[in-house]
Nanobody, 126 residues
Framework: QVQLVESGGDSVQPGGSLRLSCVAT????????IGWFRQYPGKEREGVSC????????HYKDSVKGRFAISSGHTTGTVSLQMNNLKPEDSGVYYC???????????????????WGKGTLVTVSS
């Protein structure tokens, strides 16, 4: 079964930037979407952004629109999340997951649990 590995998390000051990477290991389906999610202590896991391989459609959480950009790499199953003008509320463990769909959704339950990566920590503070 396909597994995803996240990387790129770090500690940065407000206004800084990070680029997260999600790389799939194993075979990906013909149609799939990869989503980025984050979880801050005491808060529920939330969808940040997603991209569908089928048509390239994307979605973003309202609070990150204009600051984050998701993109696919030249290698199938590789997705990046460029995070600019980071705010303290962007802190959390970021996860990526894959779903065999034509489009993408930000709801975490849409993605099979077994495909989720281990996460990468992003800390935004002064």
């Amino acid at each position: 079964q396909v597994q995803l590995v996240e990387s790129g998390g770090d500690s940065v000051q407000p206004g800084g930037s990070l680029r997260l990477s999600c790389v799939a290991t194993g075979s990906t389906p013909d149609y799939y979407a990869i989503g980025w999610f984050r979880q801050y202590p005491g808060k529920e896991r939330e969808g940040v952004s997603c991209i569908a391989y089928y048509d390239g459609s994307t979605h973003y959480k309202d609070s990150v629109k204009g600051r984050f950009a998701i993109s696919s790499g030249h290698t199938t199953g590789t997705v990046s999340l460029q995070m600019n003008n980071l705010k303290p509320e962007d802190s959390g463990v970021y996860y990526c997951a894959i779903a065999p769909t034509h489009g993408c959704e930000l709801a975490p339950h849409y993605y099979p649990t077994a495909t989720w990566g281990k996460g990468t920590l992003v800390t935004v503070s002064s």
